[in-house]
């Protein structure tokens, strides 16, 4: 059993991301979102860049199911247009009919696409990942209350307040 394969359950292992990791042949791409995720490879991603990365490798893979050479660039603006809202109705289904056209099922394309959440469960239930806590910031800590609560009440003190004789008279 490979690491995108971790749990008892073969079902289960991974959840929804994990079952099209295993579907389209991903072997690799759980440890590559853990490592993004929690920055050890230098870089940290944050999940909706994860969700859009695992979803562009799932597209990449159906296209090469389907025989479907891609020049760099294709596979993100096809998921672009697949996926974006500013996407005019046009060109999204324009895009759709060009990959079934080439043999992709888009509908079960689409429906494996997963959302942060999802990346979010992957990583923390079924790989035990998570982020490390910043070294400068202890959770729970007071004094960084009291700290924003005296930068408040002296922005506050320093504001010019309206006086009584400076209001003019509400007239009804």
Same mark, same amino acid.
């Given at each position: 059993?490979?690491?995108?394969?971790?749990?008892?359950?073969?079902?289960? $292992?991974?959840?929804?991301?994990?079952?099209?990791?295993?579907?389209?042949?991903? !072997?690799?791409?759980?440890?590559?979102?853990?490592?993004?995720?929690?920055?050890? %490879?230098?870089?940290?991603?944050?999940?909706?860049?994860? +969700?859009?990365?695992?979803?562009?490798? &799932?597209?990449?893979?159906?296209?090469?199911? +389907?025989?479907?050479?891609?020049?760099?660039?294709? &596979? *993100?603006?096809?998921?672009?247009?697949?996926?974006?809202?500013?996407?005019?109705?046009?060109?999204?289904?324009?895009?759709?009919?060009?990959? *079934?056209?080439?043999?992709?099922?888009? !509908?079960?394309?689409?429906?494996?696409?997963?959302?942060?959440?999802?990346?979010?469960?992957?990583?923390?239930?079924? $790989?035990?990942?998570?982020?490390?806590?910043?070294?400068? $910031?202890?959770? %729970?800590?007071?004094?960084?209350?009291?700290?924003?609560?005296?930068?408040?009440?002296?922005?506050?003190?320093?504001?010019?307040?309206?006086?009584?004789?400076?209001?003019?008279?509400? $007239?009804?």
């Amino acid at each position: 059993m490979n690491d995108d394969q971790k749990g008892s359950n073969p079902a289960d $292992r991974g959840g929804k991301v994990g079952r099209v990791i295993r579907e389209y042949g991903l !072997d690799g791409l759980g440890t590559e979102l853990e490592i993004r995720w929690t920055g050890k %490879g230098g870089d940290q991603y944050s999940l909706r860049a994860l +969700a859009d990365r695992f979803n562009q490798r &799932v597209l990449e893979a159906a296209l090469e199911d +389907a025989g479907v050479r891609s020049l760099e660039g294709d &596979v *993100e603006n096809r998921y672009r247009l697949l996926t974006d809202d500013d996407v005019s109705a046009g060109m999204h289904q324009q895009a759709r009919r060009e990959l *079934e056209r080439a043999g992709v099922d888009v !509908d079960a394309l689409e429906s494996d696409f997963v959302s942060h959440q999802s990346i979010y469960t992957y990583l923390t239930d079924h $790989r035990g990942s998570h982020i490390p806590r910043a070294p400068n $910031r202890i959770p %729970g800590d007071a004094s960084n209350v009291r700290s924003t609560r005296s930068t408040r009440s002296q922005a506050g003190h320093a504001r010019s307040r309206p006086t009584r004789s400076s209001v003019s008279p509400r $007239r009804g």
